[in-house]
Each structure stands twice: as C-alpha cells, then as structure tokens.
C-alpha cells in the first residue's frame, strides 16, 4: 500500500511554496532597496509554483503544457534563483550561458516530446539541465566568494 502518491506530494509542494512566497514578498516589501538580488529570488519562487501547478494537472490538459511550459517553469525558476544570489553576493551574471542552457533545453525537451517521443530522454534532458544550474550555484556559493563570506553562503554550496 502508498502511503503517499504523488498528486499530494505535489499539492503538499504547492501550498509550501505558497507558503515561502508570501512570507518572501514580506521580506521582499522591507528589504528590496538594502539587498540586490531579492526581486530575481521572488521572480523564481513565482516561475517554481507556476511550474509545479501545470505539472499538478498534467492528467487536464494536453501533453504540451506541463511538458513544455511547466518544465521550462522550473528550470526558469533555478535559473532567476541563481541570479538572486549573483546580485546578493554582487557578482557579475552572465546570462548568455544560462539563456543558450535553456534554449537548448526547451528544443531537446520538444523534439523528445513531438518529434521522437522518449520519456527516459526528457528525464535526462531535464536532469542534466538542472544539475548545471546547481553546480554553478554550489560553485559560486563555495569557491566563488571571498573567503569572508564564504561561511554565509556554505549552507547554500
């Protein structure tokens, strides 16, 4: 017997991420002219929950939807997370990189869906991605700061 299956795992995810949205905006509100770097980090909680909705209703609608735009949501979201901490620690972004990473991303996830459909390659597609943007956060989070904020930003690496 499940226990949890995963519907309520990602309606559990949405309300907590609602959760952590409002509570952001709060801080958001009090600390946007103090801290760079705030309006990135909101932008990616809001393209997170978005993300995770399409995907929520995948049974609803057609293939298209959660596949393509909930997924790219998502990735999106890692992406402005990751120009949040380069504004906050104020190191310079390179959005180039991370533009051509989702670029790519969206036309290997559409050819694996529309042209040769392949589940298993859009997993990969979307796992790699994804463990791209982490590595250049856990990078800039713990080799890419001065060595006195480094112990700030460890948790983060």
């Known amino acids: 017997m499940d226990f949890l299956d995963i519907r309520t795992v990602t309606i559990s995810h949405l309300i ?20 760079s770097g705030f309006g990135a980090w909101l932008i990616g909680l ?33 992406i402005f997370l990751l120009i949040g901490l380069k504004r906050f620690l104020g190191k310079p972004n390179r959005a180039f990189i991370n533009g051509a990473l989702l670029l790519a991303f969206v036309l290997v996830q559409y050819y694996f ?15 790699i991605v994804t463990l791209v943007i982490g590595a250049q956060t856990a990078w800039l989070a713990l080799f890419g700061v001065e060595k006195e904020i480094r112990p700030l930003t460890l948790n983060i690496g």
């Open 16 to 35: 907590t991420n609602a959760i952590i949205v409002v509570v952001f905006l709060v801080l958001w509100r009090l600390n946007r002219k103090r801290y």
């Open 46 to 78: 809001f393209f997170n929950i978005f993300g995770m909705a399409l995907l929520a209703m995948r049974d609803n609608v057609t293939d298209f939807v959660p596949v393509m735009v909930g997924n790219t949501c998502i990735v999106l979201s890692q």
């Open 113 to 127: 869906m529309d042209v040769f459909p392949n589940l298993e390659a859009r997993i990969i597609n979307f796992s």
